[in-house]
């Protein structure tokens, strides 16, 4: 396991490159992110440990970045004052770009995995924006009319994204349809409803909502999505069959759940990350065809998932999580509000 200390900085999101396995980003703000100043670090992996390549300073709290998809050396930030700043990483202190539109925190930014010449902001303003970094402006608002905690572009679609919001619904907008009324959006989801009742199952009673913070697209199974949020579960639910429910529940954290990511190497394990001040790595028991069976010894749990192993070794809110994309299929980094960046195997923890 590597570690690096971001100084007087608390991290928010921890991003790998997707074009070089040893490089990493952080988005880290001063004083929890509720007042002050950020920094966005660029790490380098090295046989000597982390080393910091460059980082630039914000004026207000950074709480999410995304690589660029097009050029190796930008990332785009999200940032407390409502800003969205451009930093390319081989000029030094001022950002490429900002963007001044949203009207609250942005606390999500995503780039366009397929398309590779957009990228999406979601804010807690309750609207989502597509920019182009060529764009001084805007180049579309889709309204959630809640506050919008995470947005991301399908892996397998560049006209489809996706948002989880206060309100605790899953929204998907496929940017192909008209307009019209209902601003592109094709489905609207609440993730607290019961799952449908399988033969030979009592039915399962009402979740109250709460916050939806994080979500993610499977990136082998088009149609699966995790959400996660301030009741501790992670659910998957099926796109194409919205009305039944969640395919998987997995609980088992003991606070809020601030990220999730799926697995870029299979397609059925996924990582979390949690106020509890644990990652955890899960299966949602697809690959086990494990499909609606219940989960052993919690009644909450559904779907033949289950927890593979935890890391623990934060030692406060866990807020960022990301997996290497590149080389062995466990390595991973994870960020949280105790200064830390921890660099370690997934492979390590299975079974702890």
Same mark, same amino acid.
């Given at each position: 396991?590597?570690?690096?200390?971001?100084?007087?900085?608390?991290?928010?999101?921890?991003?790998?490159?997707?074009?070089?396995?040893?490089?990493?980003?952080?988005?880290?703000?001063?004083?929890?992110?509720?007042?002050?100043?950020?920094?966005?670090?660029?790490?380098?992996?090295?046989?000597?440990?982390?080393?910091?390549?460059?980082?630039?300073?914000?004026? #207000?709290?950074?709480?999410?970045?995304?690589?660029?998809?097009?050029?190796?050396?930008?990332?785009?930030?999200?940032?407390?004052?409502?800003?969205?700043?451009?930093?390319?990483?081989?000029?030094?202190?001022?950002?490429?770009?900002?963007?001044?539109?949203?009207?609250?925190?942005?606390?999500?930014?995503?780039?366009?995995?397929?398309?590779?010449?957009?990228?999406?902001?979601?804010?807690?303003?309750?609207?989502?924006?597509?920019?182009?970094?060529?764009?001084? #402006?805007?180049?579309?608002?889709?309204?959630?009319?809640?506050?919008?905690?995470?947005?991301?572009?399908?892996?397998?679609?560049?006209?489809?994204?996706?948002?989880?919001?206060?309100?605790?619904?899953?929204?998907?907008?496929?940017?192909?349809?008209?307009?019209?009324?209902?601003?592109?959006?094709?489905?609207?989801?609440?993730?607290?409803?019961?799952?449908?009742?399988?033969?030979?199952?009592?039915?399962?009673?009402?979740?109250?909502?709460?916050?939806?913070?994080?979500?993610?697209?499977?990136?082998?199974? #088009?149609?699966?999505?995790?959400?996660?949020?301030?009741?501790?579960?992670?659910?998957?639910? #099926?796109?194409?069959?919205?009305?039944?429910?969640?395919?998987?529940?997995?609980?088992?954290?003991?606070?809020?759940?601030?990220?999730?990511?799926?697995?870029?190497?299979?397609?059925?394990?996924?990582?979390?990350?949690?106020?509890?001040?644990?990652?955890?790595?899960?299966?949602?028991?697809?690959?086990?065809?494990?499909?609606?069976?219940?989960?052993?010894?919690?009644?909450?749990?559904?779907?033949?998932?289950?927890?593979?192993?935890?890391?623990?070794?934060?030692?406060?809110?866990?807020?960022?999580?990301?997996?290497?994309?590149?080389?062995?299929?466990?390595?991973?980094?994870?960020?949280?509000?105790?200064?830390?960046?921890?660099?370690?195997?997934?492979?390590?923890?299975?079974?702890?």
């Amino acid at each position: 396991m590597l570690e690096f200390r971001t100084q007087g900085f608390n991290g928010y999101a921890v991003k790998y490159s997707p074009f070089f396995d040893s490089r990493l980003a952080v988005a880290a703000s001063a004083n929890f992110g509720l007042v002050g100043n950020g920094r966005l670090y660029i790490l380098g992996l090295t046989t000597n440990g982390i080393v910091v390549e460059k980082w630039f300073d914000t004026q #207000d709290s950074l709480y999410d970045l995304s690589w660029s998809e097009a050029h190796e050396n930008q990332v785009v930030v999200a940032a407390g004052d409502g800003s969205i700043k451009l930093f390319d990483i081989g000029l030094d202190e001022f950002p490429v770009q900002s963007w001044q539109e949203h009207k609250r925190e942005v606390f999500a930014v995503h780039w366009n995995l397929v398309g590779k010449d957009t990228f999406c902001s979601s804010s807690w303003d309750g609207c989502i924006k597509i920019w182009s970094p060529h764009r001084s #402006d805007s180049l579309l608002t889709l309204p959630t009319h809640s506050c919008t905690y995470s947005a991301a572009y399908s892996p397998h679609s560049p006209s489809i994204l996706s948002a989880v919001s206060s309100d605790s619904h899953l929204r998907i907008f496929d940017l192909r349809t008209p307009a019209s009324v209902s601003n592109h959006l094709t489905l609207s989801i609440p993730i607290h409803a019961p799952a449908s009742t399988r033969p030979g199952l009592a039915p399962q009673g009402g979740i109250p909502p709460t916050e939806a913070l994080t979500h993610d697209w499977n990136k082998y199974r #088009d149609r699966i999505i995790a959400t996660a949020g301030v009741d501790r579960l992670i659910r998957t639910f #099926d796109i194409r069959s919205p009305g039944q429910g969640p395919v998987a529940i997995l609980p088992g954290h003991d606070y809020a759940i601030r990220k999730v990511a799926w697995s870029p190497h299979l397609p059925d394990v996924l990582l979390s990350a949690s106020y509890d001040m644990t990652c955890r790595v899960w299966t949602d028991g697809s690959a086990l065809g494990m499909g609606g069976e219940e989960g052993p010894g919690n009644p909450m749990a559904m779907g033949g998932g289950r927890e593979l192993g935890r890391m623990g070794r934060h030692t406060e809110f866990v807020v960022g999580v990301d997996w290497c994309l590149f080389g062995a299929e466990g390595w991973c980094a994870s960020c949280g509000w105790d200064e830390r960046v921890l660099v370690w195997d997934v492979r390590a923890i299975m079974g702890s």
